[in-house]
């Protein structure tokens, strides 16, 4: 389980078609206090670690998870939002994320409101009946509220401090978004549909 709060910035590093993928990442986490198989959630993708050395870590990607991320456009470069597992009693600063991404989404709009940076996205029509108005979604791996939803669209506001620890300052139109719905969502519209 992890919160959506984002700890680190990573970048890959290397990545090798072998069956699946093998990514290595850098990472400015202290690599002798991770474990092989601890997870890490990459881009809001839950990772196991297959590998680590002094600054860099090893998962393998599966073609499944291939086919549902945007994991597949990573190439060595690629700046990756990171936040290891949370630990009990560590402070629940986001939302629960699991790091099984739902879906993808893609940013169609990005405006500038004052200091902040309004992204619209548009979700997949089978995910968007679950984002709602101040809702929570984890998008890329980090924990964010919802500002509007319009149909299949929905839109994010973005501070500095945010758009500084994390990838999002560097997102443009037509980026591909790794998007897990709020479990809670899940949860209620799967009771109504028992009803």
């Keep these: 389980m992890f919160t959506g709060i984002i700890t680190d910035i990573g970048r890959v590093q290397d990545v090798q078609p072998q069956g699946d993928l093998r990514v290595r990442i850098g990472t400015g986490y202290d690599t002798s206090g991770i474990d092989i198989g601890a997870s890490i959630a990459s881009d809001g993708v839950c990772l196991t670690v297959i590998a680590l050395g002094d600054g860099w870590y090893d998962v393998q990607v599966s073609a499944e998870t291939v086919a549902k991320t945007n994991l597949g456009s990573w190439g060595p470069g690629t700046r990756v939002n990171l936040e290891r597992a949370l630990r009990v009693g560590d402070e629940l600063g986001g939302h629960i994320v699991s790091g099984h991404v739902d879906g993808v989404a893609e940013v169609i709009a990005i405006a500038d409101e004052g200091d902040s940076t309004r992204v619209t996205l548009r979700a997949p029509q089978d995910l968007a009946r679950f984002i709602a108005p ?49 479990t809670l969502a899940r949860y209620v519209a799967r009771l109504n549909e028992a009803e």
């Design 134 to 182: 101040k809702g929570s979604v984890a998008l890329n791996g980090t924990s964010l509220t919802v500002n509007q939803v319009q149909g299949c669209e929905f839109g994010i506001n973005f501070i500095p401090h945010t758009k500084e620890v994390t990838t999002w300052g560097d997102v443009g139109l037509g980026d591909r978004v790794n998007l897990e719905i709020d």
